[in-house]
């Protein structure tokens, strides 16, 4: 049979029943899926059979017996699969925030220099942005990790901090806060926050209705002072801090005891994290400002707001809009570039889980499918909380 | 405070001489105080208590700075400095900053990096460790551009990439007809002679095992096949998305949201030791080939999306006018739709390869060396301990060069596909 009679039949055939050709590419699909995810079932089936494995998460209870440097969580070799789990997922979300609360505020920064009049900010930080983005992440990491952190002082010598801090090769040690009756506190935290919330939403209305400003800000400030104050004074609560001290370990080997210890690969992996998103946040923040039209800029000027004014009142509530969307996805590169951690031990998701339990137990269809769930559980939380506040601070069409 | 500092007056064109060379003396009074701090360890203020005496050059460049600050003083120079970085009182002290850092940081690293650093030599005796030792960049580089590839055969890879520069340079200088020859032979033959090429084993070729491949050239490599075959894939998921059929769209926003949601590290991880698991019992695939695959998987996702906003900026009309032509789906994709829609994601394509080539250095983690896995190897030679710092800063030169110019390009690309249309 020749193959253009066989296309003629099969048109004319699809052309007499369209449901056909509109269910053809789906069938297709669906069989090519099936049979795809079947055939790597069967084969990851038979080569667990010949390794005598069992595919199962019972793992996740049994004893772990390694040992995490750092951990947020009581930790030990005792403690479960699922318990160093959640110490590496703890210490990812951890190092993601600290990212993300440093990368936002210098983006912003670097983002409003990069459009700034005098010639020498605009230039420095476009010079920033164009250094830190085009170098790999990795790269980066390994810079701050193993030649700049590497060179601090050690222990004996550190840098000082006003008596209180110090900066050494082992890390940065800071004092730890020591409370008592913390709960109170933080029970006064929320408090003065949900009080902090009633009185903008009243100021607001009265401006609304009657064009009169109370001084919101300043009583807000004073409610978040005052009302936690008042637990020290009445509560029970209070706080001494605890200073880290030099400390004789042998006959060569100091290094600091008590405080609060940020580990060196914490250091280097926010430091690395934040320069580098910076950039891309600069670049949205940028893009954002310039895409308020010009008319608002002069409109406001022209009633007699200050430049600062300007930026504060009607150009940045404007460019929110506009900058949220791209920076939300700063935010998911960030998170997901945290895994480089695994890079420099410190120890994230990746390198407990994926690395030394995986190691350990052997179940690398397990381990790594969690893993890979986790980030992407934790992107969609990310992009759901974006997305809220983006539709929060939407124009709203009356 | 502000008003105090106008003993001699308010700043007006009336004694403009005076204040401009007054304010020009206060300025390079800040500056000589700056430089003379740092670099001949001399202080002309010491006489002042420590805390003012710190603050003494911005103080002096700042009361310098207001001085000048003449607005329409007639002087062409002074009005465009007053301008550009003297606007008012937070800009001038911004800007003295800015300048007394420079000043301060720009020898010494100039310093380190050329007129102390150590270029010619063998061994890391000959390093003075003044400045930057460029000896042991020098005597590694073979293994940082090749890996570990055997140096008798190394002319392979500097052939491959010889022909793919010539190719793509030749390219641009030949009539359309031929240039389209060009990219089809670069397209779907090319890789193949390469692949060859490199790897050997056979018309005489000695075979080159995949652990021995490394440094720069893997870089390039990686990035380069995982975009050859992310592309189709990634214009079939992009179709797919906005396909109409319930099935095929859930499945590629499934396929395609999943490995845009994952970091490349936990690809990576998938691709060492789960893909394994994956093979039918018995057949064997090399590490780098499951690499390959895995990042082409990855990136196939973030090009369906590139593609896809091709997709979406044509107009409507492109598609009705395509239909009422009597055109199918793939007639009009092909002809239509598509040579428009590619047109357009061209630039953000050169980004997703920029990012790409950013994203290889991963590859360490399951043990494949490019230059930065090399760098952290020839770092760890007990011969060459204590050298992170200089193999650091050519990795990062390097890459900067690639990913600079390949920005750039891609924006040089941007501007000229808008104004197209």
Known sequence: MDIKNTTKLFTSFFDANPRFKNYLPQALTLFFIIFVIGYFTYNAQVNMDNRGIDFGFRFLGEESSFDIQFSLIEYSGAST????????????????????????????????????????????????????????????????????????????????FFDISYLSVKGLYVPKFVWTNFDIFLYSIIASIIAIIFVLKYARKQQEQTGRRIPSFFISVGIIILIPLFTFLFGGVSL?????????????????????????????????????????????????????????????????????????????PQALRIIIPPTTNQYLNLTKNSSLAAAIAYPDIVLVFAGTAMMQTGRAIEIVSITMLTYLSLSIVISIFMNWYNRKMAIKEK | ???????????????????????????????IDVILNSFFEMNITSF???????????????????????????????????????????????????????????????????FDADFIGTSKEECSREGACWIFVNVWFKRLIYGLYPNSEIWRINLSFLMLIGLVISAFFVTPKIKKYIIIFLLFIFPFIAMNLISGGNFGLEWVETPAWGGLSLTFIISIFALLFCFPVGMFLALGRRSSAPIVRYSSIGFIEFWRGVPLITVLFMASVMMPMFLPDGVYMD?????????????????????????????????????????????????????????LVIPGVANTFLALVKDTPLILVVGLLELVGMIDMAKTNPEWLGFATEGYVFAGVVFWIICYSMSRYSQYLERKYKTDR
Request: charged share 15%.
């Open chain 1, 81 to 160: 699969y699922a318990r160093a789990y959640l110490v590496g997922l703890l210490n990812t979300i951890l190092v993601a925030v600290i990212g993300i609360f440093f990368a936002s505020i210098l983006g912003v920064v670097i983002g409003i220099s990069r459009l700034s009049p005098n010639y020498l900010i605009a230039k420095v930080a476009e010079w920033y942005i164009e250094i830190f983005r085009n170098i790999p992440l990795l790269l980066q990491l390994f810079f701050w990790y193993f030649a700049a952190l590497r060179a601090l002082p050690l222990p004996k010598e550190a840098i000082n």
């Open chain 1, 240 to 316: 001494t801090f605890e200073y880290p001290v030099l400390k004789q370990m042998s006959e060569t080997i100091y290094n600091y005891v008590g405080g609060v210890s940020i580990i060196p690969e914490l250091m280097a992996l926010a430091l690395a994290l934040s320069l580098y998103t910076a950039t891309f946040i600069a670049e949205c923040v940028r893009a954002g400002i310039l895409g308020v039209t010009k008319g608002q800029k002069e409109a406001a000027a022209s009633i007699g707001l200050t430049p600062a004014q300007v930026l504060r009142l009607v150009i940045m």
């Open chain 2, 1 to 31: 405070m502000i008003k105090k500092l106008n003993f001699l007056g308010m700043p007006t064109r009336d004694k403009l001489n005076l204040f401009v060379s007054v304010g020009t003396l206060l300025f390079v009074l800040g500056i």
């Open chain 2, 48 to 114: 002042l208590p420590r805390w003012i005496n710190y603050f003494t050059p911005l103080v002096f460049s700042f009361v310098g700075l207001h001085y000048i600050r003449i607005e329409f003083s007639g002087i062409r120079i002074l009005d465009r400095l007053n301008k550009n970085i003297n606007l008012n009182w937070f800009n001038a002290i911004l800007t003295s900053l800015i300048i007394f850092v420079l000043i301060k940081n720009i020898p010494p690293l100039l310093n380190w990096l050329f």
């Open chain 2, 287 to 343: 590490k780098l080939v499951r690499v390959i695959i895995a990042i082409t998987l990855f990136e196939a996702a973030y090009m369906a999306e590139v593609i896809r906003g091709g997709l979406q900026a044509l107009p409507r009309g492109q598609y009705d006018a395509g239909k009422s032509l009597g055109m199918g789906y793939w007639r009009m994709h092909l002809l239509v739709i598509l040579p428009q829609a590619l047109k």
